[in-house]
């Protein structure tokens, strides 16, 4: 009630900016506001926005969506001759979060780094210590490429089986019914390994999804499972205002249309023309199986609208307004819209299926949805104080060890400062829940973060955020020195009233030149 009060707070607060003259409103933005920046982009340069829509113009209600996954899954598992004692759990938000590994071997959890670090391992729900995790892990360190072994849950659809996968871990372990193996259990002449289990899980997942189970729990309740920001149709008016948008989903087009309607129809005021949801988009297209379709993609087909049904043959034509297509690839749309890569800003919450892909295969420009990053800055805020002390100890550390070279003989001892960092990351970890953060443990980043600063240009906990700028904003990403660089101290230059002229919209810089500007400009002559 609370989220949707502050909404519609910020639909007034929209609809007032856009009445009055730039001069008479200068817009703050909060921080739940904010769009960030990981490489520089221009908006004016964008002529075409792309959508994902689940997670990205539908956003789901947490943990009341998760539950119901959740719910499903266990359902599924105990249908098909898993204990009945499964039914006793029942979804806990706090433990969860994405971006963490199941080692499919030993049945453990993992949080780790962009190179494969472990930072936290739970077995079940019992969080393993240094040696119990050595047992498993001798570097600490596992090999993420083996994709056999290790299965990253990257989407937030991967909440729901993340946690029933520790729930099977944690109540085999317990049940004295089957006794405990390295690679899983035994329960007489049944063997039940923890890679069959990951297994069960995944098609019990896919079971509730190519079923339209869940999508039919979702469908019959709307208003408890998708949030209905007002705000939705006013972005994607304007974004077409300025240049072309299209809507790419994996969903069919039966939950496409009920969800969109719901969105984008339903809010219509009284004696105002009602605007069919099609109308938003100059391209649809359902059906895509994101990433196959930043390759070589799949038949584009025409969708009949009436009836949900594709329509036989492949499609050749030219792009038909308000027509839904099915399948076809990223070439498609460029082709159907008459747009490159670079021109193309695509919305996405999937690392890998909308954010990685787009970007290394097609070069599209790219906006990750993460809506964790609401509780993410929060936290930040909070426990500020708790970083602040993590980064001092660091420092102290640096400066310990810096005058000391391999003559020196002297052993500093540091067990109390690291002592004394584990309590602080774990206190901070603690602040997000029992996973810790999605970005980072301590100082470390996690693989999530890491994946996030390559890939996604932009990412907001929203795409609404776009909202909150003009259609022609530089996002300038903030320059990182490499180690070597931070040597020397960098000082922006001070520009002077009368270095800087504005005119008409156009910055000017009227410097007075210095002999080695000359030198350069020769230079620059001669080349």
């Excluded at 307004?321 to 076809?328: K, L």
């Amino acid at each position: 009630m609370e989220e949707n009060t502050q909404i519609l707070r910020d639909r007034v607060k929209l609809d007032s900016i856009a009445n009055s003259s730039s001069d008479e409103v200068k817009l703050k933005r909060r921080s739940e506001q904010m769009v960030f920046v990981n490489r520089s982009l221009t908006l004016e340069h964008i002529r075409c926005y792309g959508f994902d829509m689940d997670y990205t113009l539908a956003m789901y209600k947490s943990p009341d969506y998760e539950s119901l996954g959740f719910e499903l899954i266990r359902d599924r598992l105990v249908s098909i001759g898993y204990p009945h004692e499964l039914l006793r759990y029942t979804y806990d938000r706090s433990f969860p979060t994405r971006g963490l590994v199941i080692d499919t071997t030993y049945g453990n959890l993992l949080k780790v780094d962009s190179n494969g670090n472990i930072l936290l391992c739970t077995h079940g729900f019992t969080f393993l210590k240094g040696e119990d995790i050595h047992n498993y892990y001798p570097n600490k360190f596992i090999q993420r490429d083996d994709t056999d072994r290790f299965y990253i849950l990257n989407t937030l659809f991967n909440l729901s089986e993340t946690y029933l996968y520790a729930c099977l871990v944690n109540f085999f372990t317990r049940c004295s019914r089957y006794k405990s193996l390295t690679k899983g259990f035994q329960h007489g002449d049944l063997f039940m390994s923890y890679r069959s289990m990951f297994q069960d899980v995944r098609d019990a997942m896919d079971y509730i999804h190519d079923r339209g189970i869940l999508k039919e729990q979702t469908i019959k309740n709307l208003e408890k499972y998708v949030i209905k920001d007002p705000n939705l149709p006013v972005l994607l008016t304007r974004l077409k205002e300025v240049a072309k948008v299209f809507l790419a989903t994996n969903s069919d087009y039966n939950y496409t249309e009920a969800i969109m309607k719901y969105l984008l129809e339903s809010g219509t005021k009284c004696g105002s023309p009602k605007k069919l949801w099609r109308s938003f988009f100059d391209l649809i297209v359902v059906d895509t199986k994101k990433p196959l379709f930043f390759a070589e993609g799949t038949v584009l087909r025409q969708v009949d609208t009436d009836t949900g049904k594709l329509r036989i043959g492949t499609y050749t034509g030219a792009l038909q307004h308000g027509t839904v297509y099915s399948g076809g690839s990223s070439d498609t749309i460029c082709d159907l819209l008459d747009v490159k890569g670079k021109d193309i800003l695509y919305v996405g919450d999937h690392i890998f299926g909308d954010i990685l892909k787009s970007k290394k295969r097609q070069g599209w420009k790219t906006f990750l949805v993460v809506p964790e990053l609401s509780k993410e800055v929060q936290v930040w805020k909070e426990k500020k104080n708790v970083f602040d002390e993590l980064k001092h100890l660091d420092s102290f550390l640096a400066e310990l060890y810096k005058h000391l070279d391999s003559g020196s003989h002297q052993c500093p001892d540091i067990s109390t400062i690291q002592t004394r960092m584990k309590v602080l990351t774990y206190r901070m970890d603690m602040s997000y829940g029992q996973m810790g953060s999605l970005l980072r443990s301590g100082s470390s980043q996690t693989l999530f973060a890491s994946q996030l600063m390559r890939y996604a240009d932009l990412y907001s906990s929203t795409c609404v955020n776009l909202l909150y700028y003009p259609y022609n904003y530089l996002f300038m990403a903030p320059p990182v020195l490499m180690p070597h660089e931070s040597l020397v101290s960098h000082h922006l230059p001070d520009f002077t009233s009368s270095e800087l002229a504005v005119s008409n919209n156009t910055i000017k810089l009227n410097r007075t030149k210095t002999r080695e500007d000359t030198t350069e400009d020769t230079e620059d002559n001669r080349r």
